[in-house]
């Protein structure tokens, strides 16, 4: 989760939007950077939800974070915008960019940082080189300037991270 963390790199007061929390992990590392920030995180496993709400009781009862149910696609989030969004090992990223960035795109604030981040465990394979590649342009058809591909494969880490900025209003 460190390595999510930096890729990402949170600022104290950004508004962040976390697709896919699973159990809350990085919510609880994030939530500790955020001084006045807030993180909204997304699962659509409602079990999932759950636990990581439970584990970041302290961060929700404080209205520093919200845990809601629901698939990426379909939730409504109304006006609010985010200065940064990230997505750890979701596939829907990886194998539909396509589909998945035009919604992203719509919820980031001007000069949002985006994050998506296949990591795993020494030695696991990572999403083939044309996944990435895929997800690149679909950023960049939705807006986003500058994407980088960040891989990383050491004693920690096996994996790649995709990294832009959304340069259109």
């Given at each position: 989760m460190?390595w999510?963390?930096a890729?990402l790199d949170?600022k ?5 939007l ?18 006045s ?18 584990r970041?009781?302290?961060?929700v009862?404080?209205?520093r ?7 990426f696609?379909?939730?409504d989030l109304g ?24 919604v ?11 994050c ?6 020494p ?17 960049e ?14 004693a920690e880490?096996s994996g790649?991270?995709?990294?832009a ?5």
């Amino acid at each position: 989760m460190h390595w999510t963390l930096a890729v990402l790199d949170p600022k104290p007061a950004d508004r962040v939007l976390e697709i896919g929390c699973g159990h809350g992990a990085a919510a609880t590392l994030l939530c500790e950077q955020l001084e006045s920030g807030s993180l909204v995180a997304l699962d659509r496993s409602a079990k999932m939800v759950a636990a990581a709400s439970k584990r970041n009781a302290g961060w929700v009862e404080a209205g520093r974070a919200a845990f809601i149910e629901g698939s990426f696609e379909d939730v409504d989030l109304g006006s609010q915008r985010f200065d940064r969004a990230f997505a750890v090992n979701l596939a829907l990223f990886w194998k539909r960019p396509g589909r998945a960035v035009p919604v992203l795109a719509r919820l980031l604030a001007p000069g949002a940082v985006a994050c998506f981040l296949w990591q795993g465990p020494p030695g696991s394979p990572p999403p083939a080189a044309d996944s990435a590649q895929a997800l690149v342009a679909a950023l960049e058809a939705a807006g986003f300037a500058a994407p980088e591909i960040l891989p990383r494969h050491d004693a920690e880490v096996s994996g790649i991270a995709v990294r832009a900025s959304m340069s259109r209003p």
